[in-house]
């Protein structure tokens, strides 16, 4: 019987498009094969949704029902991807398979590994090594691969029997276990140059491409994995920007077409609570009491009717005197820094301080959800009023949001973090979400159906420039009838004739910043409001460290920045002659510069590019991240820099200050919203005109041009002083939370709501009258 070879993998519901254009390429290679997808965190599937595989969820791989309730609680999604691939291994195995082949989500397959079943005929066990062909000690092997054969139930028994320890004491997963795979099990490792390929591998190897056919080292590529991040600047080789992109239009493609229809995953309570970090640290803390032991068995929320009782338990008081102080609120008290040096002692002394913090904003700051508040909460002196969260029960009309939601640009951003504020004010709203941008659609967002209540008012999140065409393109039912607000960033002290006819759509304007409101206000015809936009702690993936992200392991400044956005405003020209004035070659410092869409801009490209490579310690990386791959690049670096000429806002520069990461940055335009003297470090400038090349702004506008020489006094500070820098970011995330949480700006854009809704009120009562 000819032997035939299972592909597999495991992978989160948001990546389910990675891992379907795997499972093509591997039925490209391996007709007649099988290929299966372990989605971790769905909920219910639909069998046939992937038409080259088959879907299994974690009920479907011989986990006990206990593991399969827990450890959605336990690990993150891509924890958990690597925690049951050897029951995902067995369980293809116990089908039938010759042998099985595992492959990360993000790798695509170039070349079959038809010899993986030969191999599979003497040994159990099929690695790769993380550094490709060569002979390396000690030994790595790469994770995103693994092969068994059909007799390799001793070794997955031994594996399963690791991983449960690990689940037992409520451990993160070691990747690297498998480096050193016992002899008794025949371990074979592959020695191909063209398998494995991926960021950390290909420096000191040449990719090349004939057509769509790739060779490593004048080997046939047989996978890739397209998990990096290009710090190393291999986009200086056609044949990577060839496979990058065309890799990623396969991605965006089958994004499309599998767009609605999967659920929310094990991210989220069946009622659609998100999970937070706080609920899985309190979790996972009293598992493993309770396998020691030492407590009683916490309540799985994925157990069926489980979610209550899990609610409950969290909101067990901890003390039995008021006020009321509850497990949750003792596990933010934990987590948060900031919280324990203002209210040490959270059960004695501080105790009632630390319950009104938390009614006040805490919990909005956390989880805004009524589900977490103590049960003392509706008499407290201090409390707020508990949002709606959109689930056709709060009355009265509900508000329409559009914006570019799936969209990695910083608008798409804004309409999120707008949605967050309308979400902590108890705002009753649906969303809408509009495609019309050149950025990459790839952000995860989950649109709210209509409240089936009446909509009186319009929240369009799109600019100035885009917006006649927003409105053809969505017709004029949307806007007739409705106060429909535009909410606009711009970034200079001039607005253009030629934008003004987008004041025809809308009966107000909403700005972030008096940056942006005060140049607004000179042209206006409509009122010109100031909200807050909200600024939240960016969500970043905790297993990741600068080696795996491929970050020097030295000191490192970091500034991302958008071609689109227009490059002379971005100004990294400056930011690269800063860092070349404060430090030598080998000094010890790095600058990265991470962009998007430098292909749109090739002629500003290749200048950036040019001006990096004069200095060692530049790195320069053009990709999309996803928005967790980008902020745990941001959490990853020493201090953010933005030597920027204008910003109406300035989102990046407010998100590494969230992150706690202390900021240089140009004292002009919208940042100042956030920044001072005191949180951050700012520099110079003088007032210059903006001039020609620049559009969309007027040559006669004005701009900042940014001190360099000041900048690069504050880098070398940084550097030097890397203690006191440390707590100035520490003050900068201590600001973001109390004064740009969702909470505090919920409090401006709902009582801007409501004088709206009482001026038309009022309109309409004149009316009738």
Same mark, same amino acid.
């Given at each position: 019987?000819?032997?035939?070879?299972?592909?597999?993998?495991a992978?989160?519901?948001?990546?389910?498009?990675?891992?379907?254009?795997?499972?093509?390429?591997?039925?490209?290679?391996?007709?007649?094969?099988?290929?299966?997808?372990?989605v971790v965190?769905?909920?219910?599937?639909?069998?046939?949704?992937?038409?080259?595989?088959?879907?299994?969820?974690?009920?479907?791989?011989?986990?006990?029902?206990?593991?399969?309730?827990?450890?959605p609680?336990?690990?993150?999604?891509?924890?958990?991807?690597?925690?049951?691939?050897?029951?995902?291994?067995?369980?293809l195995?116990?089908?039938?398979?010759?042998?099985v082949?595992?492959?990360?989500?993000?790798?695509?397959?170039?070349?079959?590994?038809?010899?993986?079943?030969?191999?599979?005929?003497?040994?159990?066990?099929?690695?790769?090594?993380?550094?490709?062909?060569?002979?390396?000690?000690?030994?790595?092997?790469?994770?995103?691969?693994?092969? #068994?054969?059909?007799?390799?139930?001793?070794?997955?028994?031994?594996?399963?029997?690791? %991983?449960?320890?690990?689940?037992?004491?409520?451990?993160?997963?070691?990747?690297?276990?498998? @480096?050193?795979?016992?002899?008794?099990?025949?371990?074979?490792?592959?020695?191909?140059?063209?398998?494995?390929?991926?960021?950390?591998?290909?420096?000191?190897?040449?990719?090349?491409?004939?057509?769509?056919?790739?060779?490593?080292?004048?080997?046939?590529?047989?996978?890739?994995?397209?998990?990096?991040?290009?710090?190393?600047?291999?986009?200086?080789?056609?044949?990577?920007?060839?496979?990058?992109?065309?890799?990623?239009?396969?991605?965006?493609?089958?994004?499309?077409?599998?767009?609605?229809?999967?659920?929310?995953?094990?991210?989220?309570?069946?009622?659609?609570?998100?999970?937070?970090?706080?609920?899985?640290?309190?979790?996972?803390?009293?598992?493993?009491?309770?396998?020691?032991?030492?407590?009683?068995?916490?309540?799985?929320?994925?157990?069926?009717?489980?979610?209550?009782?899990?609610?409950?338990?969290?909101?067990?008081?901890?003390?039995?005197?008021?006020?009321?102080?509850t497990?949750?609120?003792?596990?933010?008290?934990?987590?948060?820094?900031?919280?324990?040096?203002?209210?040490?002692d959270?059960?004695?002394?501080?105790?009632?301080?630390?319950?009104?913090?938390?009614?006040?904003?805490?919990?909005?700051?956390?989880?805004?959800?009524?589900?977490?508040?103590?049960?003392?909460?509706a008499?407290?002196?201090?409390?707020?009023?508990?949002?709606?969260?959109?689930?056709?029960?709060?009355?009265g009309?509900?508000?329409?949001?559009?914006?570019?939601?799936?969209?990695?640009?910083?608008?798409?951003?804004?309409?999120?973090?707008? #949605?967050?504020?309308?979400?902590?004010?108890?705002?009753?709203?649906?969303?809408?979400?509009?495609?019309?941008?050149?950025?990459?659609q790839?952000?995860?967002?989950?649109?709210?159906?209509?409240?089936?209540?009446?909509?009186?008012?319009?929240?369009?999140?799109?600019?100035?420039?885009?917006?006649?065409?927003?409105?053809?393109?969505?017709?004029?039912?949307?806007?007739?009838?409705?106060?429909?607000?535009?909410?606009?960033?711009?970034?200079?002290?001039?607005?253009?004739?030629?934008?003004?006819?987008?004041?025809?759509?809308?009966d107000?304007?909403?700005?972030?910043?008096?940056?942006?409101?005060?140049?607004?206000?000179?042209?206006?015809?409509?009122?010109?409001?100031?909200?807050?936009?909200?600024?939240?702690?960016?969500?970043?993936d905790?297993?990741?460290?600068?080696?795996?992200?491929?970050?020097?392991?030295?000191?490192?400044?970091?500034?991302?920045?958008?071609?689109?956005?227009?490059?002379?405003?971005?100004?990294?020209?400056?930011?690269?002659?800063?860092?070349k004035?404060?430090?030598?070659?080998?000094?010890?410092?790095?600058?990265?510069?991470?962009?998007?869409?430098?292909?749109?801009?090739?002629?500003?490209?290749?200048?950036?590019?040019?001006?990096?490579?004069?200095?060692?310690?530049?790195?320069?990386? @053009?990709?999309?991240?996803?928005?967790?791959?980008?902020?745990?690049?941001?959490?990853?670096? @020493?201090?953010?820099?933005?030597?920027?000429r204008?910003?109406?806002?300035g989102?990046?520069?407010?998100?590494?200050?969230?992150?706690?990461?202390?900021?240089i940055?140009?004292?002009?335009?919208?940042?100042?919203?956030?920044?001072?003297?005191?949180?951050?470090?700012?520099?110079?400038?003088?007032?210059?005109?903006?001039?020609?090349?620049?559009?969309?702004?007027?040559?006669?506008?004005?701009?900042?041009?940014?001190?360099?020489?000041q900048?690069?006094?504050?880098?070398r500070?940084?550097?030097?002083?890397?203690?006191?820098?440390?707590?100035?970011?520490?003050?900068a995330?201590?600001?973001?939370?109390? %004064?740009?949480?969702?909470?505090?700006?919920?409090?401006?854009?709902?009582?801007?709501?409501?004088?709206?809704?009482?001026?038309?009120?009022?309109?309409?009562?004149?009316?009738?009258?």
């Open positions: 019987m000819l032997a035939v070879i299972s592909g597999c993998t992978t989160p519901a948001a990546r389910l498009a990675d891992a379907s254009v795997l499972a093509a390429s591997f039925k490209r290679h391996h007709p007649g094969s099988e290929f299966t997808i372990l965190d769905g909920h219910a599937l639909e069998e046939n949704a992937i038409a080259d595989a088959r879907l299994l969820s974690l009920d479907d791989v011989g986990l006990s029902l206990e593991d399969a309730h827990r450890l609680k336990i690990y993150r999604p891509r924890e958990l991807c690597a925690a049951v691939k050897p029951w995902l291994l067995g369980t195995l116990g089908s039938g398979a010759s042998a082949a595992y492959f990360d989500c993000n790798v695509e397959l170039f070349a079959p590994f038809d010899d993986v079943c030969e191999h599979a005929r003497k040994h159990q066990v099929i690695l790769n090594p993380r550094i490709g062909a060569m002979e390396a000690e000690p030994f790595e092997h790469d994770p995103g691969f693994i092969a #068994v054969s059909g007799e390799a139930e001793p070794f997955l028994g031994w594996w399963c029997r690791k %991983l449960g320890e690990a689940f037992e004491q409520s451990r993160s997963i070691n990747q690297r276990l498998l @480096d050193a795979v016992p002899q008794a099990f025949r371990p074979h490792v592959l020695r191909d140059a063209g398998c494995g390929v991926a960021y950390w591998n290909l420096p000191g190897r040449e990719l090349t491409a004939a057509g769509h056919h790739y060779q490593v080292d004048r080997v046939p590529l047989r996978s890739f994995q397209f998990s990096g991040r290009d710090v190393l600047q291999l986009s200086d080789s056609p044949a990577v920007r060839q496979i990058c992109t065309e890799h990623c239009e396969k991605v965006l493609a089958m994004e499309r077409d599998l767009s609605e229809q999967f659920p929310r995953g094990f991210g989220y309570l069946p009622s659609c609570l998100k999970i937070d970090r706080h609920m899985r640290s309190l979790y996972r803390t009293a598992l493993a009491r309770y396998k020691a032991a030492q407590g009683p068995e916490p309540p799985s929320p994925f157990a069926p009717g489980g979610e209550p009782a899990f609610l409950k338990w969290l909101n067990q008081r901890s003390t039995d005197g008021n006020p009321e102080i497990r949750y609120m003792l596990a933010v008290h934990a987590n948060r820094d900031d919280i324990r040096a203002a209210f040490p959270p059960l004695g002394r501080d105790a009632l301080a630390f319950h009104d913090w938390f009614l006040a904003f805490g919990w909005h700051e956390e989880n805004p959800s009524p589900l977490l508040l103590p049960s003392d909460a008499s407290a002196p201090n409390a707020v009023p508990a949002p709606h969260h959109n689930n056709g029960q709060s009355r009309p509900a508000v329409n949001v559009a914006g570019f939601f799936r969209a990695e640009l910083g608008i798409g951003e804004s309409a999120r973090l707008l #949605v967050d504020a309308l979400e902590a004010a108890g705002v009753p709203y649906n969303t809408i979400s509009y495609g019309g941008t050149a950025n990459r790839a952000h995860h967002f989950e649109e709210r159906p209509s409240t089936e209540r009446p909509v009186d008012i319009n929240i369009v999140c799109v600019n100035p420039d885009q917006l006649p065409t927003f409105a053809q393109n969505i017709g004029p039912e949307f806007l007739d009838g409705r106060y429909t607000i535009g909410v606009w960033f711009w970034e200079v002290d001039e607005f253009p004739k030629p934008l003004h006819r987008a004041f025809d759509y809308v107000e304007v909403w700005a972030a910043s008096d940056f942006v409101r005060d140049a607004l206000l000179k042209v206006s015809p409509k009122p010109v409001f100031k909200f807050q936009l909200p600024v939240q702690v960016p969500e970043t905790p297993t990741q460290s600068r080696q795996t992200l491929g970050l020097p392991a030295r000191f490192c400044f970091l500034f991302t920045f958008d071609f689109l956005s227009v490059f002379d405003r971005k100004n990294p020209l400056g930011v690269i002659a800063a860092f004035r404060a430090f030598a070659p080998g000094e010890g410092a790095v600058l990265v510069l991470k962009s998007i869409n430098g292909n749109h801009r090739m002629r500003a490209f290749e200048k950036l590019r040019f001006a990096a490579s004069t200095h060692p310690d530049i790195h320069f990386s @053009d990709q999309y991240l996803s928005a967790t791959e980008k902020n745990t690049l941001t959490a990853q670096c @020493d201090c953010y820099v933005s030597l920027h204008s910003e109406g806002f989102l990046t520069m407010a998100e590494a200050m969230a992150l706690g990461k202390p900021v940055a140009t004292g002009y335009s919208g940042n100042l919203e956030f920044m001072t003297a005191e949180n951050s470090y700012l520099c110079g400038y003088t007032e210059v005109e903006v001039g020609d090349d620049c559009d969309p702004y007027p040559p006669g506008a004005h701009w900042a041009e940014p001190d360099v020489a900048a690069a006094v504050w880098m500070h940084v550097f030097d002083h890397p203690g006191e820098a440390r707590a100035r970011g520490e003050r995330a201590a600001d973001i939370r109390s %004064l740009h949480s969702p909470a505090v700006a919920a409090r401006t854009i709902a009582e801007r709501i409501r004088i709206i809704r009482d001026r038309l009120a009022a309109i309409a009562a004149m009316r009738r009258g």
